[in-house]
């Protein structure tokens, strides 16, 4: 048996008990972000910047491209978080870095 069209099933079945109920909504990922304690550490270009922040009890070093959405800005998709064990390893390889580049 395929699992095509097992979603469209699913949703009409809902549909019928839902007697006219709009769907709970979703937790905003903006709502998340504000719970965090983040601090800027510069911004790379317009829109990336590199931060520290505490979530979820830990730290993290995040490089992160933003986006303005309905006048504010957000982060992105794109970019990576770093924890303090992965940041020490990047930091200790910044001259190894330097010479690849001035080499390139």
Not at 33 to 40: I, R, T
Request: glycine share 6%.
């Amino acid at each position: 048996m395929s699992g095509r069209g097992k979603r469209k099933e699913e949703e009409s079945a809902l549909d019928e008990n839902s007697e006219g109920h709009a769907p709970p909504k979703k937790a905003s990922k903006i709502a998340a972000a504000d719970e965090s304690d983040e601090l800027v550490v510069c911004e790379v270009s317009k829109n990336r910047r590199v931060t520290v922040r505490n979530w979820q009890g830990k730290v993290w070093v995040d490089i992160r491209e933003f986006y303005v959405k309905d006048g504010q800005l957000l982060p992105g998709k794109r970019g990576i978080s770093l924890n303090v064990d992965q940041w020490n390893v990047l930091r200790d390889h910044v001259e190894a870095i330097d010479k690849a580049l001035a080499e390139a």
